[in-house]
């Protein structure tokens, strides 16, 4: 009689030596392992179909063969179990190819990034089938806290994506475990890499495996969510990034963002609570076994370490189904998710004498434009109505009344004074912002105000970074039932020093009633434009075939752009960066530069490069191609 013994591999000490699976060659075991032979000869070929139950990880694979009293054994070696999306018994079966072919396959992305009114992109390699990386994901699955404390009950639940999928998000961030990037919002970036400069996740997880599982300095949510969508990815578990603009951070619960500005428009630093810009996470594609029928499919994961889940930085899976319908009672995290497209903005003035007035409840601000990557072409796909029903309709009132969490109709008095600020949603860098600031009258008598305008440079977590500019204007008269223009420019000499990557210019307009002290405010986001990077291809990509690539950047700027940095990449085309510097590149200038590369692999690829320099940073260009095997 000849065997198949399996043994899972534990990598800890333990009590056990792992759990064995003794198989007779065709035919089923009890677990629904099966080893065939598929041919005999000179070499024998088998064939082993696992268990869809099986636990994901390292195997032993050695053949029995028993004749009487004696057993051989010969050691054929080892392979790696993932979970399998092709297979309809298993957790994370996908049924559609194409979406196989986007969700686990692909190695390229973009990353949705700016605000809801001018959505950008950044490239994104996933790379998930680079050298050392799927060793680099089951290490890191054994470092997880729950593996540290107790192997064998980790282990166990292997064959769990929900677990796993818990497991990656929280060993993605290092805030409570030996967990792979630190997150950093703000300068300075000393002895790290600023997170707009990474273009990919090979690197990032190769520097935490080369460095003993130290972490990695530094990343921000896009950083996050694209090395948890690679370790994923590298898993078998079908997985996808998600950026949702306007993005709710509710500390408390209460579904209420509060937005504080002083009389003179400056946004304070006040409550923990805050409107990110965009937000950047991860949907993971399995059953939900664990919940009552009808939360199958996409979950949401955050590996951005914000709130604690169970004790631990983590967040998900979530279920779309249940964000969308309330379903806050449901594992994992769905309250926190829901308020972060869900949640009302509520904005205040504080006044110097200790007054504090709320101006303001925009109820359909948050949750905007939610967006990933189209399935098989370079696109952007909005997804929002998977998250959430129309804003107003009766079944987003309905859901929100049902979940119990807050009253949507907040009555709000009639204003006579109103005040607008007016100017584009995007410029290009190095360009004056053109702002009228219309103020109304919306009742019969004369009203005298004053206007305060103010200019701040944002993080795009939506904490104020630099003032750039204030501007104060005494009792101006608006007529009854008219309007009144005031016309002022933002220089680029004003936030030219300031400007920094994924910055934005938050203009301000408080006008306030000289007799009723009544207030009115407006704000606008303005997204700051780089230059682009241009890249054409000399030739057509062919696998080992050598090529060129030329690229060109033009400085739109005023001014001159010193220590200039090119870092160029493309997983499959180059091996590692390549990096070419340009001491100084004058206004106006433009810079071409060629390079070489052979592509090592078949498929869709893409080129990418960055551009860094002292007053310009983080600029991205790339370029889609596919290679051929010809």
């Not at 192997?151 to 818990?166: A, K, L, V």
């Not at 359909?364 to 929002?384: F, W, Y």
């Not at 690229?551 to 085309?573: A, K, S």
Request: proline share 4%; aromatic share 10%; glycine share 6%.
């Amino acid at each position: 009689m000849t065997y198949m013994n399996i043994t899972y591999f534990w990598p800890k000490p333990s009590t056990t030596s792992g759990t064995k699976i003794l198989l007779e060659l065709n035919s089923f075991s009890a677990n629904l392992w099966r080893a065939v032979v598929l041919h005999t000869g000179t070499r024998m070929v088998l064939g082993i179909c696992p268990s869809p139950n099986a636990k994901i990880g390292q195997y032993n694979l050695s053949l029995l063969r028993m004749n009487g009293d004696q057993v051989m054994i010969y050691k054929i070696g080892e392979f790696i179990l993932l979970f399998n999306p092709w297979c309809k018994e298993d957790a994370v079966f996908l049924d559609s190819e194409q979406q196989r072919e986007e969700y686990v396959m692909n190695e390229e992305g973009t990353i949705f990034t700016g605000t809801s009114q001018c959505i950008q992109q950044r490239p994104w390699s996933f790379g998930q089938f680079e050298e050392d990386i799927i060793d680099i994901c089951l290490k890191l699955l054994d470092n997880n806290s729950k593996c540290l404390k107790c192997p064998e009950r980790d282990y166990i639940r292997r064959n769990d994506p929900i677990y796993i999928s818990r497991m990656v998000t929280a060993m993605v961030n290092c805030c409570d475990d030996r967990g792979i990037l630190e997150g950093r919002w703000h300068e300075p970036y000393y002895g790290g890499v600023c997170p707009w400069n990474w273009n990919g996740s090979v690197a990032i997880l190769h520097e935490w495996n080369n460095r003993g599982c130290q972490r990695v300095q530094y990343g921000q949510c896009w950083v996050f969510a694209a090395v948890a969508c690679t370790v994923l990815r590298c898993l078998g578990i079908p997985t996808r990034v998600v950026t949702n603009f306007n993005s709710a951070h509710d500390t408390n619960g209460n579904l209420t963002i509060d937005k504080v500005y002083d009389e003179y428009g400056n946004e304070l630093r006040g409550p923990k609570d805050s409107i990110w810009n965009f937000h950047v996470w991860i949907e993971s594609w399995m059953a939900r076994n664990d919940l009552v029928a009808g939360y199958d499919g996409w979950q949401v994961l955050d590996p951005t370490p914000q709130e604690k889940s169970e004790g631990i930085y983590c967040c998900g899976p979530a279920p779309v189904k249940a964000i969308k319908e309330g379903a806050v009672d449901m594992k994992y995290d769905i309250p926190f998710v829901f308020a972060e497209v869900n949640a009302d903005q509520v904005t205040w003035i504080q006044f110097r004498d200790g007054r504090k007035e709320k101006v303001h409840v925009e109820t359909q601000h948050v949750g905007k434009n939610i967006s990933t990557k189209m399935c098989g072409r370079p696109d952007r796909e909005d997804i929002t109505d998977s998250y959430k029903y129309s804003e107003g309709s009766s079944q987003e009132r309905a859901i929100v009344s049902e979940a119990n969490l807050r009253n949507r109709h907040i009555a709000q008095p009639t204003k006579k004074l109103l005040v607008n600020v007016k100017a584009e949603e995007s410029i290009n860098n190095g360009c004056d912002i053109q702002v009228i600031i219309t103020i109304s009258n919306c009742s019969a008598a004369t009203i005298h105000c004053n206007l305060n305008f103010n200019a701040q440079i944002m993080n795009y977590n939506g904490k104020p970074q630099h003032q750039i500019t204030r501007k104060h204007f005494d009792n101006i008269a608006v007529r009854g039932n008219a309007v009144e223009n005031v016309v002022l420019q933002v220089l680029y000499s004003d936030y030219a020093d300031y400007l920094d990557n994924h910055h934005l210019i938050r203009l301000t307009a408080l006008a306030t009633d000289l007799v009723t002290h009544a207030s009115a405010l407006d704000v606008k986001d303005i997204s700051v434009i780089n230059p682009d990077i241009h890249i054409k291809l000399l030739g057509n990509p062919v696998l080992n075939r050598p090529m060129k690539a030329e690229i060109n950047f033009t400085n739109t700027l005023r001014v001159p752009l010193l220590q200039c940095v090119f870092t160029i990449e493309g997983p499959g085309l180059i091996n590692g960066m390549h990096q070419t510097k340009v001491q100084e590149i004058g206004p106006q200038q433009t810079v071409r530069l060629e390079i070489e590369f052979t592509p090592m692999k078949t498929g869709p690829r893409k080129l990418l490069v960055d551009f860094d320099s002292v007053k310009l940073k983080d600029v991205k260009g790339f370029k889609n191609m596919t290679v051929q095997n010809y």
